[in-house]
């Protein structure tokens, strides 16, 4: 999946579509089989195949622009750097106040980014298509914070305090060091992603079997 997301912003807007071999462990977005490449390349052939697109985040900052590609398929986590404490994070969705967390980082993740760290902290797992994402705390420090879904379309406002003066905004894993009186806008990004799809995959199937729902061990 790793491979899949520097792939995915390598395309860009560019609207190429993106298939996936899985060569490692888990892969949800990388979900061909390595030992099945010969019969999807051809079905790709015989167009036995579909395309989803995926909504991707974007984001912009109120001083300096990000050095690196500023959009992320699966998710874009704000996290605390060079110390134990947590960091405080200002939120507010489309101009309302949403809350201040108290923790180690918030995760804003994608559908497709959902079954990644979100989930890993507790998030929801969205399906695809789904037009939404989530704000998940890190390991927050009130106990009574939890995930919420948001629509696409909102706005996501961030100001961060930190006792270092510094932080860390990761998209898709490429992090960059901020001051901590950047503020961050993160909102959908004015283009998809387009997966290949093998004609009938399934997604409640995929997840049933990455995620070994049902599976018994006992034997």
């Known amino acids: 999946d790793g491979t899949f997301l520097k792939a995915a912003s ?5 609207a190429i579509p993106i298939l996936g071999v899985n060569m490692g462990r888990l892969g949800f977005l990388a979900d061909v089989d390595a030992s099945d490449v010969e019969r999807t390349i051809e079905a790709l052939y015989t167009d036995d ?3 989803e697109t995926r909504s991707v985040i974007q984001v912009e900052t109120g001083g300096e622009p990000l050095q ?6 699966n998710d874009v986590a704000i996290l605390k750097r060079d ?5 405080t994070i200002h939120t507010s969705v489309n101009g309302d106040y949403l809350t201040t967390y108290q923790a180690d980082g918030l995760i804003m993740s994608t559908p497709t980014g959902s079954t990644a760290y979100s989930l890993s902290n507790g998030g929801p797992i969205i399906v695809p298509g789904t037009h939404v994402f989530s704000l998940t705390a890190v390991a927050p420090h009130s106990l009574n914070v939890r995930p919420i879904v948001v629509s696409e379309d909102s706005l996501i406002e ?3 305090e930190s006792r270092t003066h510094n932080f860390l905004v990761a998209l898709d894993g490429r992090s ?3 001051p901590d009186s950047t503020r961050l806008i993160l909102r959908k990004a004015p283009y998809r992603v387009n997966v290949v799809k093998r004609a009938g ?5 995929t997840l049933r079997e990455k995620m070994m729902w049902g599976a ?4």
């Open 10 to 14: 390598m395309v860009g807007r560019k």
């Open 158 to 160: 961030l100001t961060v």
């Open 68 to 73: 690196g590609y500023n959009c992320a398929l």
């Open 176 to 178: 960059e060091k901020l």
């Open 83 to 87: 110390t134990a404490s947590m960091i």
């Open 201 to 205: 995959t399934k997604y409640f199937h």
């Open 216 to 219: 018994d061990k006992r034997g």
């Open 49 to 51: 195949f579909a395309v």
